[in-house]
């Protein structure tokens, strides 16, 4: 299985854009799930984290209170991310991952089934 991203694209700064992560070959139904980003010369960072159920979500404080992760119900296979209020410093690769290995959420070792990623660009 793998996730695919999409719904990147360009937008101006204090807009709004939702990504998804869908199930290739599979399910991640099963799965908690990530966010992460990684923007030009820097390293891959994390965004958001939520449980299987859909419970319990966790935000880095860079995006609390203008993102929001939640992913669709019944079936749970896809995860979305709300991006309210962007900024130039969201302008990165997105890419979402299956949550397989536990440890810290936010640390992307406890992570596996990368996805491509999906490009967000925030002009100011």
């Known amino acids: 299985v793998q996730a695919v991203e999409s719904g990147g694209g360009l937008v101006q700064a204090g807009g709004s854009l939702r990504l998804s992560c869908a199930a290739s070959?599979?399910?991640?139904?099963?799965?908690?799930m990530g966010w992460f980003r990684q923007a030009p010369g820097k390293g891959r960072e994390f965004v958001a984290h939520i449980s299987g159920s859909g419970g319990s979500r966790y935000y880095t404080d860079s995006v609390k209170g203008r993102f929001t992760i939640s992913r669709d119900n019944p079936t749970k296979n896809t995860v979305y991310l709300q991006m309210n209020s962007l900024k130039s410093e969201d302008t990165a690769v997105y890419y979402c991952a299956a949550y397989t290995r536990g440890g810290a959420y936010y640390s992307m070792a406890g992570y596996d089934y990368w996805g491509q990623g999906t490009q967000v660009t925030v002009s100011s």
């Open positions: 070959g599979g399910t991640l139904s099963n799965y908690a």
